[in-house]
């Protein structure tokens, strides 16, 4: 009997592991120039760090970054920029902002970066965002 289960056992996870191997092979990437994006964002006290990185897959490409620290008030209303940076690179270098800057109590806060990647003609050839998770900053 323990043999059976045992042999159950393998063909079920050989059958699985196939399975997970074919259906891995068949996803495509999700950029074709994009090869990183990322945002960042930490708070402690008034002081909140912000962070944003993106870069090409190729070497005759320019990355322009853009980094927004947007906040919404714990009263409600709209998100709203707060403070905002840019870098432009060129080829395999990442564009990487980081900055902390001191904010007010009472608002949520969260980053919002944007990649565009530009050809040799400066003709924007892909482009995102994402955001980071939001922090609050309560009122004392």
């Known amino acids: 009997m323990k043999t059976k289960i045992t042999a ?3 063909v079920l996870i050989l059958l ?3 399975v997970q191997l074919s259906f891995a092979e068949s996803i495509q990437p999700r950029y ?4 990183s994006i990322s945002a960042g964002i930490d708070l402690n006290g008034s002081s909140l760090w912000c962070f944003g990185q ?3 897959k190729f070497v005759d490409t320019t990355t322009r970054l853009y980094v927004r620290a947007i906040r919404q008030s714990h009263d409600g209303g709209a998100w709203a920029r707060y403070a905002s940076w840019s870098q432009t690179t060129s080829g395999f270098i990442p564009a ?8 007010d109590a009472g608002y949520d806060y969260q980053v919002y970066v944007l990649v565009q990647i530009l050809d040799s ?12 998770t939001i922090v609050s900053y309560p009122r004392t």
């Not at 924007?124 to 955001?131: F, L, P, Q």
């Open 96 to 103: 990487i902002i980081e900055e902390t800057i001191t904010v």
């Open 54 to 56: 993106a870069d090409s």
């Open 121 to 132: 003609t400066n003709k924007v050839v892909e482009s995102d965002y994402m955001y980071s």
């Open 8 to 10: 159950i056992l393998l």
């Open 16 to 18: 699985f592991s196939s």
């Open 32 to 35: 074709s120039h994009i090869s």
